[in-house]
């Protein structure tokens, strides 16, 4: 397995450096994108990026057309050194003046991990795998271009046992759609979209004659983003950022026979947050952008039965930072500088009812993750192809390995893109 993960990992280097040496003799120009280049500049809201874009809101194909992009995958931590996670590939085609379409593969966009762990590790049921996507999108006027984009992912398994009887069948899936819209104004954009999703799963279990059914009810996750982008100083180019964010999700998992049910729970979450920020050019082909966020969270984890355990959790969020900071070393190479940061009022209450009834009730302040505070990464560019990773902090403790001599990653997560518009 080791060797063919070497071969894979240098038959990768091949291809990239290939794309390198065709693009470097053609004309034309990178567009950074992807979640190594978002994490780099802090997890910014308040930046434009082509893969975010197109992922939230696919009216943004109209403008990103003729255009492929992914991410070549996260380091995991504790396994292989040649195992990368997080791995999705894009492409979207410019199909006429006014037409865009393009396919996104392998790119989790449900609320699987919502399911409590029972549902993998009691009932065996996986999360849907090779998730596809389709986008579309329309230029209806020289301002307005809307977007659709269907998602579907699915999984399943049967098992016959030795008893012609005895059989388990399980599944699961996600479908789903989202809509979006771009309209450009005088001075900047606005965009909104809205995305939901449906999510099931059922396990079907017969063991002579006796059938067990276990599935969920509603299982839909919704949501809805919208922001806007208007220039409010056109010498220093200084562009003012608001956006909106709220999404809501929720599974019931029932049983039939009720007295062979588990996981019993009633699952419901709700997130709503916002914030205002800038984005203005610095360092000629540079970029600034950041600003201040609020937000409020909502978890219920509400048991079905007379007796469990029910749990509420609430975070109101405020304040949250995010600033980023993008700078060209040179044509070719792109530096990256982020900084996140939120503190957040946490209440939790637990009420316990199995046997003697007990409710457990704590408040207080929680902070996001310091290993998240400051960001780094690095964007080499190679005409019209773009490949970009963030670096982590060990490197800059631990040092190169050839003045150190210890063994650290360069890149912690790495996204690539190419053009090929004209």
Known sequence: MKGNKMKFAKLLSVVLFAVMLLTSVSYGQSISSGTARYEALGYNPFIKDASIDINRNPAWTTVYRNYTFGDIGRNAVGTDQYQLTDQFGAVNFGVSKDVALGLVLNKYEDNWTDFPAAIDTVLGIKRPVVPLKITLGWQMSPKFALGFAPYYAAWSSEQQFTAVTDITKLSSSSLGATVGLLSKLENGWIEGAVDAKFNSYKSDVTVGTTNTVQNNQGGMNLSFFTRGFFLINKSMGLNLVPYLAFSTSSWNPIAVPTSLGYPDNQFSTMNLGGGIGVNMPVFDNGLLAGGLSFGYSSLSDKSALSSGRNITNTAFV?????????????????????????????????????????????????????????????????????IDGTVGEKLFKDGFYIVTGKINELFGMLSASYNFGK
């Open 318 to 386: 405020l304040p949250a930072f995010n600033l980023g900071l993008e700078w060209p070393f040179t044509d070719w190479m792109t530096g990256r500088v982020g900084y996140s940061r939120a503190v957040a009022s946490v209440k939790n209450n637990v009420e316990t009812t199995i046997g003697t009834a007990v409710t457990t009730y704590t408040k207080g302040t929680a902070v996001s993750s310091p290993d998240q505070t400051i960001t780094t990464g690095l964007g080499f560019h190679f005409n019209r192809f773009s």
